[in-house]
C-alpha cells in the first residue's frame, strides 16, 4: 500500500516532469521560430570568406565582451559584417570567418555563427528529454518485473531515440557552423559540442543496460 509521503513524492515528481516538458517545449518553439526565420531571410545568400578588422568592446559585461567585425570582397568593393554573438576573447587580426551574402545586394550579409535559435532547440531538446526519460523510466520500473520483453523494448526504443537527437543537434550545429567537421563544429560552438556527443553515449547505454543488465545488476 501506497502511503501518503510516497504519493506526494509521486505527485511532486510528475508536477517537475510536466513543468520540464512545458520549458522544453517553449524552448523549442522560440527555437525553430527563429532558426526558420534566420533561413527565410539568407535564402539564396552566397558564402564567402571574411576576415576579421575591427571590434566593439562592451566593459557593461562581467567578463568583458566585444562585438567583431569582417570585411569581405564580392567584385573587388570591400563591405563589412557585424556579428550578431558577442565574445569574450578576440581572434588574431585577419582572422578568417565564413560569411553569406546577398548576391543581389553585397551589403546585406550575416556571419555563420550559432544563432540563438539553435541555442534554443538545444536547450528545448535538453529540457523534454529529461521531463520524457523521467516518464519511460517510471515505466521501465513498473514492467522489470511484470513484463520484461516490454521493458527491453521500450528501453532499446529510448535509446535509439536519445542517441538519434543527439546526432540532430550535431546536425543543427553543422549546419550553423556550414561544416559538419568536428574542428569547424567546435569553433562555432565551443564546449556545446559536446552536447550530441554525451547524449549519443546516454543513449546507448540505456540500450546496453535493458539488454544485458538484469534488475538486480542495475
Not at 527563429?34 to 539568407?42: L, P, V, W
Not at 545586394?105 to 540563438?116: H, N, Q, Y
Not at 520483453?149 to 549546419?175: C, D, E, N
Amino acid at each position: 500500500m501506497i502511503g501518503c509521503d510516497d504519493m506526494q513524492k509521486d505527485t511532486f515528481f510528475r508536477l517537475v516532469l510536466i513543468m520540464l516538458l512545458i520549458i522544453g517545449l517553449f524552448f523549442l518553439y522560440m527555437g525553430y521560430s527563429e532558426f526558420f526565420a534566420d533561413m527565410k531571410n539568407t535564402r539564396g545568400y552566397k558564402p564567402t570568406m571574411g576576415f576579421f578588422m575591427k571590434y566593439d568592446m562592451d566593459t557593461s559585461t562581467d567578463p568583458v565582451s566585444y562585438s567583431l567585425t569582417y570585411s569581405y570582397v564580392v567584385d573587388k568593393h570591400t563591405y563589412f559584417v557585424e556579428g550578431k554573438n558577442k565574445v569574450t576573447k578576440l581572434p588574431a587580426l585577419g582572422t578568417q570567418r565564413k560569411i553569406k551574402y546577398d548576391e543581389k545586394a553585397p551589403e546585406k550579409a550575416v556571419l555563420i555563427e550559432l544563432g540563438g535559435g539553435v541555442k534554443y532547440i538545444t536547450a528545448g531538446l535538453i529540457f523534454t528529454i529529461i521531463a520524457v526519460f523521467g516518464l519511460i523510466n517510471r515505466l521501465l520500473n513498473h514492467y522489470k518485473d511484470n513484463d520484461s520483453k516490454f521493458y527491453k523494448i521500450t528501453g532499446i526504443v529510448s535509446g535509439i531515440l536519445i542517441a538519434l537527437i543527439g546526432m540532430y543537434i550535431y546536425y543543427l550545429y553543422g549546419y550553423a557552423s556550414d561544416s559538419t567537421g568536428i574542428v569547424d563544429v567546435w569553433n562555432g560552438v565551443g564546449f556545446m559540442t559536446l552536447i550530441p556527443f554525451a547524449l549519443l553515449l546516454f543513449g546507448l547505454i540505456i540500450i546496453i543496460t535493458v539488454i544485458f543488465f538484469k534488475k538486480e545488476d542495475v
